[in-house]
């Protein structure tokens, strides 16, 4: 064999046994490392943070004039719409306010005639008077405009008022046991129908639960309901009469608790200006 070969036979052998450094075997792609799963909510993620940056950016570095948003726009103004609105009192009617704060109190009789007049001297007049003046004491002291009126009183012509309420008494004659209490009526023909029933109700229903003093049912008469009053006032006034007990029956009652007897009548008024609730049913 040629020493040649021998000589190429042993190299070849020993470069097969001891690879050159440069000429070692890669690792095959795909064996040891998997690409990685696309994942939809970390894209989504992404694509949402990138998005608040830019638009942050773009909010820091542009006008507010053009980044201001409709729906903040539109809540700006319709703030600003009700401050305005808030601050400026809405428009009252002068005449209108002052008539729902006047009140007229005739006292029965008074600068006409005495009325009933008891055994003892006692008239319907001075009693009346004595009530009435309570009664107005108690509503000036609340705020309310009050006039005390007499029976015929040049004012009662056209009055406007919220309220017109003439208190009267019974006889002093002895009629039966029976003859007790009181009676509240308004006019047959009035243009407010439903408002003259509630003052009806109002002073009823106050009257009876403070003074204790029963409802006297059947004995309203004509004079009550033609009272000349209710056609003298202006049509818009509610109006109405009061018989605020027997002077009889009633007389100790009526004239050691007069205070008594003018707090429910004046509860009554403002039962229904006020416009509270009737609870018990003392109406006539």
């Known amino acids: 064999m040629d020493t040649n070969d021998i000589s190429e036979e042993n190299l070849q052998a020993q470069t097969e046994e001891n690879p050159q450094k440069g000429d070692e075997p890669k690792a095959k792609a795909g064996k040891d490392k998997k690409p990685t799963d696309f994942n939809f909510w970390r894209g989504l993620q992404t694509v949402l943070v990138a998005a608040f940056i830019v638009a942050s950016l773009f909010t820091l570095w542009t006008p507010g004039s053009l980044v201001e948003s409709g729906l903040e726009a539109k809540m700006a103004q319709a703030l600003e719409s009700a401050q305005e609105l808030g601050g400026v009192a809405p428009e009252v009617d002068p005449e209108e306010e002052a008539r729902s704060s006047r009140i007229g109190i005739v006292a029965g009789h008074y600068g006409s005639d005495p009325g009933a007049v008891c055994s003892n001297g006692v008239t319907e007049a001075e009693l009346n008077l004595e009530?009435?003046?309570?009664?107005?004491?108690?509503?000036?002291?609340?705020?309310?405009?009050?006039?005390?009126?007499?029976?015929?009183?040049?004012?009662?012509?056209?009055?406007?008022?919220?309220?017109?309420?003439?208190?009267?008494?019974?006889?002093?004659?002895?009629?039966?046991?029976?003859?007790?209490?009181?009676?509240?009526?308004?006019?047959?023909?009035?243009?407010?129908?439903?408002?003259?029933?509630?003052?009806?109700?109002?002073i009823s229903d106050r009257y009876a639960n403070i003074t204790g003093l029963p409802y006297h049912a059947g004995s309203v008469t004509d004079d009550m309901t033609y009272y000349h009053a209710f056609y003298e006032i202006a049509p818009e006034t509610s109006a109405a009469i009061i018989e605020a007990g027997f002077m009889n029956m009633d007389y100790r009652f009526l004239t050691e608790k007069t205070d008594v007897v003018a707090q429910g009548i004046a509860a009554g008024i403002l039962c229904y200006i006020n416009n509270e609730t009737i609870q018990s049913n003392n109406n006539p």
Do not use: P, W
Not at 176 to 200: C, E, H, I, M, Y
């Open 131 to 202: 009530i009435a003046t309570m009664v107005q004491k108690q509503l000036v002291d609340l705020g309310y405009e009050v006039d005390l009126l007499e029976e015929f009183d040049a004012k009662l012509t056209g009055y406007q008022g919220a309220v017109v309420l003439s208190i009267h008494l019974d006889s002093c004659e002895y009629v039966n046991d029976q003859a007790t209490g009181f009676k509240v009526t308004s006019a047959l023909s009035v243009q407010d129908v439903a408002g003259s029933q509630r003052l009806v109700a109002c």
